[in-house]
């Protein structure tokens, strides 16, 4: 990276004046991406050189293992001047991942303010709407202008995450409604508030899920969102950078799951062969084991075998197409109900479609394999019609199974992901191999 090299030569040759300006002149994410492939002590040195401001920006875009060395290698007082210049909901993800005794140093060196801020944070569950909010906005009350909104804006709108919208609450701060900062740029500056302001509004509570969050975001398309508590007290907003972060959360931890890994924080490159190695080895364990239920299933029909010894060869691509139609079944499932485009009211319409869809794949799987087994493998009808009943049956109750067992485990609160791993295409490898041997024996008299 040209911009890497340049910075380490500046570094290098303490020229420190110009290292300054060059990485005021770029965007703080770009600053970051750079630093995050520095070596630690000269990265380090490199968040010194910077004014607070700077580093304070910079430091919010570093991935977390970058923030943790750079915090705990500052002084107190160096640690608690970044803290004071991040927003609050950045600095309260920070210190979530830092020892107890680290934090308790950096918040004595804080404002108290900030101290504030971040305890109000802490109390909130994870990921919950409060554990990820930010309590930096500005606020207007019913009885000002827009002459008085603009002058707090200005006033106020520099310590806040985002000015975009602007909320306005009663002496109990309770929300009763929203004006755009577009409104009041393009309003007359004695327009009262009260006669312009939105009325209509999205929010959310503090306690809800930060998945349901980002759902609002994606129905709304909305740039910011009002968080309230139980009374109905504003007390916080949730800005679309970090519903970016927490959509990018949920799926590589779905992901996770459905590839049967136990889901972690760090980026690959950063996490050791050890960690993935933990990672990784209980589910191949698992799976391990219950694979040995197939094995057992193929043994409990060698004699079968023995005689039509041509079935071994159809046994890995039924096994195949049964786990895959009901992987393709069950992530569709997960991915409609994490984005709230269904849920357990939908059970029947769900099914019934299912059931559809797995018997045009299955006949059209059946046809297409019944044609190559005849004309390319020149089995016999009988042994034929074998094979494509059973990638009938398969792929039909592939289908049906996955999309059953994901609606009920998300029914009953767990995560259906997880339903979603290799685990499924083991039960359903296991039904696969039952079914072919069933319609062997009746239509084979084996």
Known sequence: MEILEQFRTLLNEKNYSKLRELAE??????????????????????????????????????????????????????????????????????????????????LANAKPETRKDINHLLQYPEDSAGSIMTVEFVDLHINMTVEDAIQRIR???????????????????????????????????????????HEEFISCTTSMDQELVSQLFMKYDLVQLPVVDKENRMVGIITVDDVIDIIQ??????????????????AYLKTSVFETWKKRIPWLLLLMISATFTGGIIKGFEDALSKYIVLTAYIPMLMDTGGNSGNQASAEVVRSLSLGQISFADFTKVIWKEI??????????SVANFAKCILIDRLEYGVALVICLTILLAVFIA????????MLIDRVHLDPAVVASPMLTTAIDAV????????????LGI
């Open 25 to 106: 002149e770029m965007n703080v994410q770009d600053v970051a991406l750079v630093l995050d492939e520095m070596e630690d002590e000269d990265m380090l040195k490199m968040f010194r050189i910077f004014p607070k401001e700077l580093a304070a920006d910079v430091f919010a875009e570093l991935e977390v293992e970058s923030q943790q060395y750079i915090i705990t290698s500052l002084s107190e007082k160096e640690a608690g001047i970044i803290i004071d210049n991040l927003y609050a909901d950045d600095a309260t993800d920070l210190l979530e991942e830092m020892p107890a005794n680290v934090v308790k140093k950096i």
């Open 249 to 266: 959360e949920e799926a590589t931890e779905d992901i996770d799951k459905m590839a049967g890994i136990i889901p972690g924080d760090k």
């Open 399 to 406: 289908k049906l199974f996955a999309s059953m067992l994901v």
């Open 155 to 197: 006033e106020y709108g520099s310590d806040s995450e985002s000015i975009e919208t602007l909320y306005v609450l009663n002496p109990k701060r309770v929300l009763l409604g929203t004006v755009g900062l577009r409104q009041l740029i393009l309003g007359n500056k004695e327009d009262r508030i009260e006669d312009i302001m």
């Open 356 to 365: 559809r869809v797995g018997v045009l794949c299955g006949l059209t799987l």
């Open 432 to 443: 696969s191999l039952l079914i072919y041997f069933s319609i062997a024996t009746m239509l």
